[in-house]
């Protein structure tokens, strides 16, 4: 996969054109020739990490516990499969610029005003420390924030949003309705990955769940159904 062409495609909004990588790198993943596993992230969602070259990167990210084919029971939906827990939204930045386009479904984000504020301040400043074992380390910095909400842009299916590193932000599913997108992330060296929580929060742990081979398979498979699925009305 070639990541600058796919970057030239986004800045085209080539979306047809993303959509088809998208869905080539899922067919590998479910005959077998691609032997990456799906990543279950606190935040909300499953990843597929299909590329990592240095700064760059590419990934599907799928949302929804009926993206599987399975049902919230236990956490667990049909044949095992994995669900990912219900999280609140989180306001976070990332490390690297962001381009994200919606390959079913729709995607919510509300940038988020955040600004210095020692004196009133409503959150407290978490550095993210990621380790390649899968482990989130969440630690508390001194800087006192005040956050209030900003634009709101839903996006969906055959659309492309951008976020640029830095841009506090929360992610949200409509009506938590199955959705997916393919990312392009390019990591910028000045940045590092923030979160906000609470004021008196203590540093935590995050882990990122990884599914076995079979998961991984039925997780592609079901976002290639979806993906070749007409949307339904009420989302047109």
């Not at 062409?5 to 077998?32: C, D, K, M, N, P």
């Not at 236990?74 to 939204?89: H, K, L, N, R, W």
């Not at 990591?187 to 609470?198: E, F, I, K, V």
Request: net charge positive.
């Amino acid at each position: 996969m070639d990541y600058r062409a796919l970057e030239r495609a986004a800045r085209r909004e080539a979306t047809a054109e993303l959509s088809w990588h998208a869905v080539s790198e899922l067919e590998q993943i479910v005959s077998g020739r691609r032997a990456l596993r799906a990543v279950r992230h606190p935040l909300g969602f499953v990843c597929l990490p299909i590329l990592r070259d240095g700064p760059r990167g590419v990934c599907v990210h799928v949302f929804g516990r009926m993206a599987f084919g399975g049902t919230a029971s236990e956490g667990m939906g049909s044949g095992g499969m994995p669900q990912p827990e219900s999280t609140v939204p989180q306001v976070h930045s990332h490390s690297w610029d962001l381009t994200s386009t919606v390959l079913y479904g729709r995607l919510g984000n509300r940038r988020m005003r955040v600004h210095d504020e020692p004196a009133q301040p409503t959150h407290r400043v978490f550095e993210v420390h990621s380790d390649p074992s899968g482990v989130d380390d969440l630690r508390p910095t001194q800087r006192l924030v005040r956050c209030l909400p900003g634009a709101e842009q839903t996006t969906a299916r055959g659309q492309t949003y951008s976020l640029r590193a830095g841009e506090f932000h929360t992610s949200v599913v409509p009506g938590g309705r199955p959705a997916a997108t393919l990312v392009l992330g390019r990591t910028q060296p000045d940045r590092a990955d923030l979160s906000l929580g609470p004021l008196s929060a203590p540093g935590h742990r995050m882990v990122r769940g990884t599914c076995d081979a079979a998961q991984t398979a039925r997780i592609a498979q079901a976002a290639l159904r979806r993906i070749h699925e007409p949307e339904p009305e009420s989302l047109s």
